[in-house]
């Protein structure tokens, strides 16, 4: 899943005609690398999210049959923030029994980044979450923090994602996601990822990864230039 249904309000006035996924940088829209690199790794079936101006992006994608991938759409007529877009995607996310209820494991990238991670590497995380349901509910990939967020969000302990530590990082946005994680989440609620976290990590379920390398959180017109400078120097 690629979360795509933020309003972008720190890229304004930009995002006030283009949603936020489909600024360019490198001389193609953010959200397209992300398709590349899942195409790359394996993934086929790809649901995003989308609220403001989303049509826009469904018109822009389409199916992705072109980027190698199958995508289907989640409309929020308001965005529900992180948990609530994610909890009601779950249905397009679930593609198993003939019940229509699969319980598999699933991974979650925000569209405003741009990360040369592998996602491949990501593969035998799934299959050891898909195998052992209640041993761990989240698999967060964290990487070196910012000048802009300094302090960072988890450290990470033999594996396990810690609310603190000697070696703090930020999360990185990209994460795998047991079904159940959400299940306390009311419909149409507008509910944020980051309290659903903390309340995992103190139960010990959460593992993690370092990432070093490039990660970039494109929240602001100056990191969108940046990144378009960067990328198109090479």
Known sequence: MIL????????????????KPLLQAGGKPLIEYHLANLARAGF?????????LGQMIETALGDGKRYGVSIRYSHEPM????????AQAL??????????????PFLVINADIYCEFDFARLLPVLRHMQANPDEILAHLVLVDNPAHHAAG???????????????????????IYQPQLFREVL???????????????????????YYPGLWMDVGTPDRLHLLDDRLKSG
């Open 4 to 19: 795509a249904a933020g309003r972008g309000e720190r890229m304004r006035p930009l995002t006030d005609s283009l949603p």
């Open 44 to 52: 086929v079936e790809v649901v995003i999210n989308h609220s403001h």
């Open 79 to 86: 965005a529900l923030e992180t948990a609530g877009g994610i």
């Open 91 to 104: 249905p397009l996310l679930r593609n198993g029994p003939e019940n229509g209820v699969d319980e598999r």
């Open 153 to 175: 969000d988890f450290a990470l302990d033999c594996g396990n994602v810690a609310l603190t530590g000697k070696d703090m990082f930020t999360f990185s946005g990209i994460g």
């Open 187 to 209: 419909p149409g609620a507008a509910t944020k990822l980051a309290p659903l976290l903390y309340q995992t990590i103190a139960l010990g379920k959460i593992s993690g990864e």
